[in-house]
């Protein structure tokens, strides 16, 4: 089975920096595009950042000049370099990658579990 795991999450303070990890394991065949998504406390869940297999990126004009999508296909690990952190940053962070698998060329959407990012003095 396929399985998202994000990591790097945690408490920091505003100004400060972040690096998430999104790591896929199971039976795959190739990883689409990517993407990274947040969703704070009555907030609907929202586009951060997203990165195609090519490596052509967009980013939320929230998040802008702060942060870097980036991937490693070799280790179908994706990532979010999150600088000069805001206190509105704060959200639970989901990885979201298209990924077909092993019996199959269909590409279907995958979710992380969700990694808690804090900013806050």
């Known amino acids: 089975q396929v399985q998202l795991v994000e990591s790097g999450g945690g408490l920091v303070q505003p100004g400060g920096s972040l690096r998430l990890s999104c790591a896929a394991s199971?039976?795959?065949?190739?990883?689409?595009?990517m993407g990274w998504y947040r969703q704070a406390p009555g907030k609907v869940r929202e586009l951060v950042a997203r990165?195609?297999?090519?490596?052509?990126?967009n980013y939320a004009d929230s998040v802008k000049g702060r942060f870097t999508i980036s991937r490693e296909n070799a280790k179908n690990t994706g990532y979010l370099q999150m600088n000069s952190l805001k206190p509105e940053d704060t959200a639970v962070y989901y990885c979201?990658?298209?990924?077909?698998?092993?019996?199959?060329?269909?590409?279907?959407?995958?979710w992380g579990q969700g990694t808690q990012v804090t900013v806050s003095s």
């Open positions: 979201n990658a298209d990924i077909a698998n092993d019996y199959s060329y269909q590409f279907r959407g995958y």
């Open positions: 199971g039976s795959i065949l190739s990883i689409g595009d």
């Open positions: 990165i195609t297999s090519g490596g052509s990126t």
